[in-house]
């Protein structure tokens, strides 16, 4: 997995580490910067306009500019700020260049040197602010941005766009559109999530020499899903594999319990059972004949989860009264693993702490409108910030949390986030959710700790989807299409 920072935790990684060091290593760190910002830049052509503040971001933006400069490239400095008030390294920076590039000073951001340079430059390079973005921007800034952003131009951000908030990945308003964010040192964890993910490009991450960085955050990746996924013996048995236990459907909604079920058996449960309404199951036995059925009722349930290995309920199962009653004695009574997904979520709106009352763990995986219907908050507020509020939630309610959507988030009561680095517009459709709880359950079930099947879960169904839509676009996947691609999502691996 690739380590995330928040802006504060590299601040004080730095921080402490010139501390420790002599004092000029926050030049050498900012010459490390500057000459990666540089080598990206020769792959674009000048000539090339840089976006200078007045901190250590724009420091970085001048040695590029001279280093750039020296090889012969046309370079235009704008500076937003008289130089008196640069940052002690930048202005050391400055007055290495300042003599030998065009520089031109702005105010309004509409003065015509600035719009005709703009206009004739190939390249910009914004180093404008970089992790200082955390505030709304300056209307000089945003009419910097908006001017840029206006004009077909290759563009590089230098270690963060300006607008994005790079501790949690919100915009304010504004914010630089790159191709590319050149990020120093280790990834921001606010660049990897929505709505940021659409302004910063490709993230190209350089090692500029910190020591390790400490951190609860974490952007799964392939090798994070070779080294989780459940491994099968040859010479094993249906016993080696768990038990999933599907509390889903009703005659409404019989699709969902199929979609759970078959994706639990799918991914390797070795023994599948789904307990819903008799109407329910028998639309469906002909689809997956090989679930067995258990009565729908809680005392049945609840001495079939004494032999099973996970819980999952919601899917389907609508939100009727004697529903709740089902799913909060579940919860409070059954001793295995629990998946709460959809209505299973839903029904316990208003009455959240009923999760603190599980006597194992416990795995939600709500959309942000699930998620508000359970904190009695609005949509606005789940993603106004994200990371802070799953971060929160799971370690108030002690739950594992998956937050569904583009860059999927989940958070364990330990204070660890992991981000999934897959976005799809394919998977917004009624029924991938269902899909993506019989994985989880399924994989729990096969002996994953429940944080590390959730993840794992996460991944290979984002990868599913990736593979479905390589054959038939975003806009014709079907929920069954992640369980017909699996096999081909588990191979790409080399599993």
């Known amino acids: 997995m690739q380590i995330l920072v928040t802006p504060d935790e590299i601040r004080n990684l730095e921080s402490t580490w010139i501390k420790s060091h002599d004092s000029n290593l926050s030049l050498v760190l900012m010459d490390r910067a500057g000459s990666a910002l540089a080598n990206v830049a020769k792959d674009f052509s000048d000539p090339y306009l840089i976006l200078c503040g007045k901190g250590n971001n724009a420091g970085d933006g001048m040695v590029a500019a001279r280093l750039?400069?020296?090889?012969?490239?046309?370079?235009?400095?704008?500076?937003?700020?008289?130089?008196?008030?640069?940052?002690?390294?930048?202005?050391i920076n400055y007055d290495l260049i300042k003599d030998k590039v065009s520089i031109i000073r702005i105010q309004t951001g509409q003065e015509k040197d600035f719009l005709s340079t703009l206009n004739n430059s190939n390249t910009i390079i914004d180093c404008l602010l970089g992790t200082g973005s955390v505030k709304k921007l300056s209307p000089l800034y945003e009419e910097i941005i908006n001017?840029?952003?206006?004009?077909?131009?290759?563009?590089?951000?230098?270690?963060?766009?300006?607008?994005?908030?790079?501790?949690?990945?919100s915009v304010e308003t504004v914010a630089f559109k790159a191709n590319i964010t050149v990020t120093f040192g280790y990834a921001k964890i606010g660049l990897v999530v929505y709505p940021a993910k659409k302004y910063v490009g490709k993230i190209k991450t350089i090692d500029i020499g910190l020591p390790e960085a400490e951190t609860n955050h974490f952007l799964l990746d392939d090798s994070f899903l070779k080294s989780n996924f459940?491994?099968?013996?040859?010479?094993?048995?249906k016993g080696n594999?768990?038990?999933?236990?599907?509390?889903?459907?009703?005659?409404?909604?019989?699709?969902?319990?199929?979609?759970?079920?078959?994706?639990?058996a799918s991914i390797g449960s070795g023994i599948t059972s789904l307990s819903s309404p008799k109407e329910a199951f028998d639309q469906i036995t002909s689809d997956i004949p090989e679930?067995?059925?258990?009565?729908?009722?809680?005392?049945?349930?609840?001495?079939?989860?004494?032999?099973?290995s996970a819980l999952v309920i919601g899917p389907g199962l609508t939100n009727e009264e004697h529903i709740k009653y089902m799913v909060e004695l579940l919860i409070t009574k059954s001793n295995i693993p629990i998946i709460l997904d959809a209505d299973g979520i839903n029904v316990l709106s208003g009455n959240k702490e009923i999760l603190a009352k599980a006597k194992n763990e416990v795995i939600i995986?709500?959309?942000?409108?699930?998620?508000?219907?359970?904190?009695?908050?609005?949509?606005?507020?789940?993603l106004k910030d994200t990371i802070e509020l799953v971060t929160s939630i799971a370690k108030e309610l002690k739950v594992i949390v998956v937050l569904k959507g583009p860059a999927t988030l989940t958070a364990s009561p330990d204070g660890k986030l992991f981000v999934s680095p897959f976005a799809n517009s394919a998977l917004a459709k009624g029924g991938t959710g269902d899909v993506l709880a019989g994985f989880i359950g399924g994989l729990v079930a096969q002996g994953l700790q429940p944080h590390l099947a959730?993840?794992?879960g996460v991944y290979i169904h984002g990868k599913s989807a990736e593979c479905v839509t390589k054959d038939k676009t975003v806009f014709s996947l079907l929920p069954q299409d992640l369980i017909t691609y699996l096999p081909q999502?588990?191979?790409s691996f080399g599993l």
């Open 68 to 91: 750039l400069h020296e090889e012969g490239k046309k370079v235009i400095l704008l500076l937003t700020s008289n130089d008196t008030v640069l940052s002690s390294d930048t202005k």
């Open 147 to 169: 001017r840029v952003n206006s004009v077909n131009k290759s563009t590089i951000a230098c270690d963060v766009p300006t607008g994005v908030n790079s501790a949690n990945g």
């Open 230 to 237: 459940p491994k099968r013996n040859i010479d094993a048995n």
């Open 241 to 264: 594999f768990g038990r999933t236990l599907l509390v889903c459907g009703s005659a409404k909604y019989p699709g969902a319990a199929l979609l759970a079920s078959k994706a639990a």
């Open 291 to 308: 679930i067995t059925h258990v009565e729908f009722n809680v005392s049945r349930i609840l001495e079939e989860s004494l032999k099973s």
């Open 365 to 382: 995986t709500p959309h942000p409108k699930e998620l508000a219907r359970l904190l009695d908050i609005r949509v606005e507020e789940v």
């Open 454 to 456: 959730a993840c794992t």
């Open 489 to 491: 999502a588990i191979k």
